[in-house]
Each structure stands twice: as C-alpha cells, then as structure tokens.
C-alpha cells in the first residue's frame, strides 16, 4: 500500500548520542520535508527537498542534517543528541505544487 | 519571508454551534489552502483545500473560504460534534517548482457536549 512510514516510532537515547530517524514513501513524491512538532502545537520546519540531491534548511535545522540519495528515503540524523531535541519528528510528502501533503506517523524521541 | 498566521490558537464552542478559524498569508503568489486536522496522537490528515481560482468550497459540514485580495482564508464548520475536537492546521503553498508548504500555527478546537 503507499505510504510514508517513520521508524523507529518511539526512541529513548542518551544526550550526546548520534541517531538517525528514519522517513520512506512509496509514492513517488518529489518533495519531502522534516517537521518538529510538540504535541499539539505548532508545526516548525526544520529541514526540506524537492528531490534527490537537493536539500534546504528549516526554521531549526542547525543541529542536525538530512540527505536524499533516492527519492523516496529522506533519513535525518542529530550528530548529538540533548534533552531539548526531546519531541515529536514528522515526516511529510507532496508530489508537485500545491498538492496534499501525506505525513507518516511520526518517531517521538526522548533524550535522557 | 513567506508567513502564514492563523487565528485562534485555541476555540471553544458547544456542540451544534458553529466554528471559524481565520488564516492570513504573506506571499500574493500562494495558490493553494489545504487544512489539516489532527486527532490526538495522530497524524496531519487533509480534511478540505481550496485553488486560487475558486472562491468557496464545501464539503458535508466543513467549507473554506478564499479572499485573494486580502490573502486571507478561513475555515468553517457547522453543527459541531464531539469528534470535531482537534488541532487544525492551515497552510499556503505555490504551484511550481522550487517552493514549500507553509503551516499556520494551529487552532485547539475544543467541542463541548
């Protein structure tokens, strides 16, 4: 079925840790974005693509990176993790311009 | 820079009562308004969106509403229920290439029984 599916779903990791949260969609959407989101609020940007190769900066993009090697893999890594990065990461996909966006079901990360 | 600013961020009513909420965005070469509602634990789900050229939409209890001259856009839904209780989310994006999907900030709709 297509999808855009997030792993790992829930993570608990130790400050200073590297990990990478996981984002893949088979639908063939060029454009995928990275958004961080406490619950219930807003939604901030943190990193984007409109296709392989091509990658831009978010509102909080300044801890972590993100690369898009295939279209349908847009894995973001946090080279340290800390407390702070505690929160929810949602992935999304758009195929085109000015077209529903399909998010995935997010990976809720703890940093202790 | 592209802004989209979106009016409550929280909002009460009684089931049965009607709900609006209000989006203003920045950049005139926005031409599609999606709006997403959000269930608890859940993720972003498009209920209803609207193009540039059409000045209403409707669907069932929910209709959106697009005024292009002054860049605002709004959301309504009618005879609330309980399961209308969500986060939603509007947001403006370009036709083309080369662009993103800017999200308001949300409204907290809370439908008392």
């Known amino acids: 079925e297509a999808d855009i599916y997030q792993t790992p779903r829930y993570l608990v990791i130790g400050t200073g840790k590297k990990i990478t949260l996981e984002c893949s969609q088979t639908?063939?959407?060029?454009?995928m974005y990275w958004y961080q989101q406490d619950p219930g609020m807003e939604l901030h940007l943190i990193h984007y693509?409109?296709?392989?190769?091509?990658?831009e900066k978010g509102d909080l993009s300044s801890e972590s990176t993100v690369s898009r090697i295939r279209t349908e893999h847009f894995p973001l890594t946090l080279e340290s993790a800390r407390p702070s990065h505690t929160s929810q990461y949602l992935c999304a996909s758009i195929h085109g311009g000015g077209a529903e966006a399909f998010f995935g079901q997010g990976t809720r990360l703890t940093v202790v | 820079g592209e802004n989209v600013e979106q009016h409550p961020s929280t909002l009460s009513v009684q089931e049965g009562d009607s709900a609006v909420i209000k989006c203003t965005y920045s950049d005139s070469a926005s031409n599609y308004f999606p709006w997403y509602k959000q269930e608890l634990g859940k993720r972003p789900q498009l209920i209803i969106d609207?193009?540039?050229?059409?000045g209403e939409k409707k669907d069932q209890r929910i209709a959106v509403t697009l005024n292009k001259t002054a860049k605002h856009f709004s959301l309504h839904i009618t005879e609330t229920q309980p399961e209308d209780s969500a986060v939603y989310f509007c947001?403006?994006?370009?036709?083309?290439?080369?662009?993103?999907?800017?999200f308001g900030a949300g409204t907290r709709l809370f439908v008392k029984a």
């Open positions: 609207i193009r540039s050229n059409v």
């Open positions: 639908m063939g959407h060029d454009k």
């Open positions: 947001a403006a994006s370009i036709r083309g290439g080369g662009f993103k999907t800017i």
């Open positions: 693509s409109y296709g392989v190769n091509s990658t």
